[in-house]
């Protein structure tokens, strides 16, 4: 189990460094390699948390590889979901670990990404709801050492689910949740001012519900989001 285990970290290692440059293809092949002896690894001992979570993560990225490389959708979307499968199992094993929740929400999320960037709208929206609450549980129990980043996720999230509001055509529904997401930024840029990253979320998340608001017919209120 050792060995397997060492030979799942060098081949997560030699696909990180083809990823780096820009090898996708070949970080796919050795990734496919890694998520074999991964699945074996993690059968052996199924309660193990640490086999579980490196077999959710190599699923996840396999999902975003096999994406970018424009892979058969169904088998990109069955990366997402055995990921999930995964990371719920982990979550029954540490019900009361934030991270857990947060990842298995992370997982969930990038299922309705992954949904969205299809154009299957419908699908998408119950996947992002629950990621959306999956989040909102995480953030709620998480110690202030990952308060901020669990926070957000959960408005990067958010956005997502606006947009697939947006796109079923339910405006009502996608200005609340973007709205949300630029309360929670505000907070965010409030509490940690020099953090660039969350003045450039908040500048996104305004700019697209300032679009919104053009929809529903209030320029003025849109205009001054985008000042």
Do not use: C
């Not at 892979?71 to 995964?86: G, K, M, N």
């Amino acid at each position: 189990p050792a060995d397997l285990a060492a030979r799942v970290k060098l081949l997560w290692h030699l696909a990180d460094v083809a990823l780096q440059n820009a090898d996708t293809r070949i970080a796919e092949n050795v990734m496919l390699h890694a998520q074999s002896l991964a699945e074996a690894y993690a059968a052996q001992s199924p309660d193990d948390v640490a086999r579980l979570l490196q077999q959710a993560e190599i699923e996840s990225w396999l999902g975003y590889i096999q994406g970018e490389l424009g892979r058969p959708a169904a088998q990109v979307l069955d990366r997402f979901r055995a990921a999930i499968v995964s990371y719920r199992a982990i979550v029954e094993l540490q019900p009361d670990d934030p991270e857990a929740r947060n990842a298995l929400a992370s997982a969930v999320n990038n299922h309705g990404a992954a949904l969205s960037n299809l154009g299957r709208w419908q699908e998408a929206l119950p996947v992002l709801r629950e990621a959306v609450q999956l989040r909102r549980d995480a953030a709620a129990v998480a110690p202030n050492s990952v308060l901020a980043k669990f926070t957000a996720e959960l408005a990067a999230t958010l956005g997502w689910l606006s947009s697939a509001e947006e796109a079923m055509f339910d405006l009502s529904a996608a200005v609340a949740a973007r709205k949300e997401a630029v309360a929670l930024l505000r907070d965010l840029v409030q509490r940690h001012p020099d953090n660039r990253i969350f003045q450039a979320d908040l500048a996104v998340a305004l700019r697209f519900e300032a679009g919104l608001h053009e929809m529903e017919g209030q320029p003025g209120l849109a205009l001054s989001l985008i000042h």
